[in-house]
């Protein structure tokens, strides 16, 4: 009997970094966060509307600006967390199905590290290496478009926090007010974010490295001998009428 050896003793040992666990559970501190930070703006925003006709009391006014200040500083951390734990997932997970495939990963450590991590210039990088991971995993045809939204929702949530921290050394009522407003659509955007790029990682993780995306079905040989044999068969010809005489007889008979 021929003994072959599993794909899964095949590829042991190569998948490393983070762990599904872990990715989650940043990720899902990560959101929360963001979520506190836009509540906590939104009472700022509306304590600056009562504070048009009365005014607020120092320490509630004192206390509304330094929550502010103090969960968008957690913010910052918990979103360069995100992003390193998500590389090292990225990471790992790129030499495992390059592994799988025989092959070494085309692109170096520092330039996956470089481009997921450098602003800006992750915009662009990040996105591509994904697709690079899912092209390889033939996995594009079902992820392709859960990464382009991510992608173009990633840009916009970029652009609309960098508008917000370029308005934020205003000093009139009106543009603390409109930068308030700014503020929390940039963190719902970055919440909308990072909810989609949660869904594109567990849409690699949902199936592992060495389990094959495409799936073949089992045909018996019977079945496909018949199937073959019902295509090369002509159309019969229509069956003759019984003759009335009795073979061999005169018809006079």
């Not at 951390?77 to 390193?84: E, G, H, K, S, Y």
């Amino acid at each position: 009997m021929d003994q072959f050896e599993a794909p899964e003793q095949q590829t042991v040992g190569l998948r490393t970094g983070p762990s599904l666990t872990g990715v989650r559970a940043t990720l899902i501190a990560t959101m929360v966060v963001f979520g506190v930070a836009a509540l906590v703006h939104l009472l700022r925003y509306a304590l600056l509307i009562v504070n048009r006709s009365i005014l607020l009391n120092k320490v509630v006014a004192f206390t509304a600006t330094w929550l502010g200040v103090l969960v968008s500083v957690v913010a910052v951390f918990m979103i360069v967390a995100t992003a390193v734990v998500l590389t090292n997932w990225l990471i790992a997970r790129r030499a495992a199905a390059f592994a799988h495939h025989r092959r070494p990963d085309p692109r170096p450590v520092w330039a996956l590290r470089a481009g997921c991590l450098v602003p800006l210039v992750n915009l662009f990088w990040a996105p591509v290496f994904v697709i690079e991971l899912a092209d390889v995993e033939e996995r594009l045809k079902w992820l392709g478009r859960p990464i382009t939204v991510w992608w173009v929702v990633w840009i916009l949530s970029t652009a609309v926090s960098g508008f917000s921290i370029a308005t934020s050394f205003t000093q009139d009522p009106q543009g603390i007010a409109d930068n308030t407003v700014t503020t929390i659509v940039a963190y719902l955007m970055a919440l909308a974010a990072l909810l989609l790029v949660m869904k594109v990682f567990f849409g690699f993780e949902r199936q592992p490295v060495e389990r094959p995306a495409k799936r073949w079905v089992i045909v018996r040989e019977d079945q496909k001998d018949d199937a073959r044999t019902a295509e090369e068969q002509p159309e019969s010809e229509p069956e003759r009428a019984a003759p009335v005489e009795s073979g061999g007889q005169n018809p006079a008979a």
